[in-house]
């Protein structure tokens, strides 16, 4: 309701305001042309002009809101705003004429109502059609701008829940592969180590409810992204034992930035799979955070066999855990991004994520 008046105010405020500056001017001119003329008349004319305009200009939003000037239909549009031009000129001088008719100073007025009339239509009625094409621009232009304003906010929402989606098959495509390899693990260790058994089960189970009691967030802090991954390489530790050791080189300074959720775990299960378990000796993964100006960078690096040359695209696409990746960092950061596969330095795959650093 607040909103409301608010709106009315600023209406007439407008219009106020043009009053006020026609007022003005009136007076400025008929004292350099040396009229009699005082302030009082300047503003009673100028308010009953404007004002006029005022209580027409509803009516001139919704007729261009009814016949909009469209590509498909704009001649078609003429035939209504043609007629329109003349009518609402035509009846907003009808309307001023009457009132200054009534309110107007005695050596101002007119024998009678209708040579007052056709005095003022002789005078302003080219000018009233302008002041009409103007409301009716302007009343285009607030149409075309709720249309944009709705269809961001509609493009808004449909990136969201495409990122919510794109989260939700993340997790039903990585959680079966994940589980079946772990299931494995656990079956293995059973009868050979009941107590490491137990223990896998334990983090699984505290894993699963992490995962049911994550809401629908597309981005959590890094220091909460951190601990989902923590219970993950736990798992993982424990089925490749002695083969996987974990680096972690995290700037304590970015543990409250926001990142996606789930971006960390595939990227490291895909370093696990293609550069650890391939291998018959041991690896390691290095896990990196730091923030570099306004940007904070991501690193997961491994010491597997690397990519073959020219096979980084072929990778991104093939690999699930990437090409998901990559579209969700595509649908929350649009181009203020940087997702990229490389081989590292001293060996191995490296891939680096670049997103803006914010926190809640």
């Not at 009691?213 to 597309?218: C, F, G, I, L, P």
């Not at 855990?321 to 596969?341: I, K, M, P, S, V």
Request: with cysteine; glycine share 6%.
């Amino acid at each position: 309701m607040n909103h409301r008046w608010l709106k009315w105010l600023l209406f007439f405020g407008c219009w106020t305001l043009l009053s006020v500056i026609s007022a003005g001017q009136s007076y400025v001119n008929a004292r350099i042309q040396n009229l009699q003329f005082q302030w009082r008349e300047a503003f009673a004319y100028a308010f009953t002009e404007w004002y006029s305009w005022a209580i027409l200009t509803p009516l001139i939003i919704r007729l261009s809101e009814r016949y909009p000037f469209d590509r498909s239909g704009w001649r078609r549009q003429l035939f209504i705003h043609l007629p329109a031009a003349a009518a609402f000129p035509l009846l907003q001088l009808m309307i001023q004429a009457a009132v200054w008719h009534w309110i107007g100073p005695e050596r101002y007025r007119a024998p009678s109502l209708g040579s007052l009339l056709f005095t003022m239509f002789s005078r302003k009625f080219h000018f009233s059609v302008l002041t009409y094409g103007a409301i009716l621009g302007a009343g285009h232009a607030l149409r075309y701008y709720r249309n944009y304003r709705d269809g961001e906010l509609q493009r808004s929402q449909l990136s969201e829940q495409l990122a919510r989606a794109q989260l939700d098959v993340l997790k039903m495509q990585l959680h079966p592969h994940f589980l079946f390899n772990t299931l494995n693990t656990i079956a293995a260790l059973v009868r050979r180590d009941p107590r490491r058994a137990e223990e896998m089960i334990a983090r699984l189970g505290e894993l699963l409810r992490m995962t049911l009691e994550s809401d629908a967030r597309n981005e959590v802090t890094l220091r909460q992204e951190l601990d989902f991954l923590e219970k993950y390489l736990e798992i993982e530790q424990t089925r490749f034992h002695d083969r996987l050791t974990i680096d972690r080189e995290v700037d304590p300074h970015t543990l409250e930035a926001q990142v996606p959720h789930l971006i960390l775990q595939p990227i490291v299960e895909n370093a696990i799979r293609h550069g650890i378990a391939k291998r018959a000796g041991a690896g390691r993964i290095r896990i990196a955070a730091e923030r570099i100006n306004e940007s904070l960078s991501l690193k997961v690096c491994d010491d597997g066999g690397g990519l073959r040359p020219g096979t980084a695209a072929e990778t991104q696409k093939t690999s699930v855990g990437l090409a998901n990746t990559r579209a969700r960092l595509r649908q929350l950061y649009g181009e203020d991004h940087r997702f990229e596969l490389d081989n590292a330095a001293g060996g191995g795959l490296e891939v680096s994520i670049v997103v803006p650093f914010r926190t809640l």
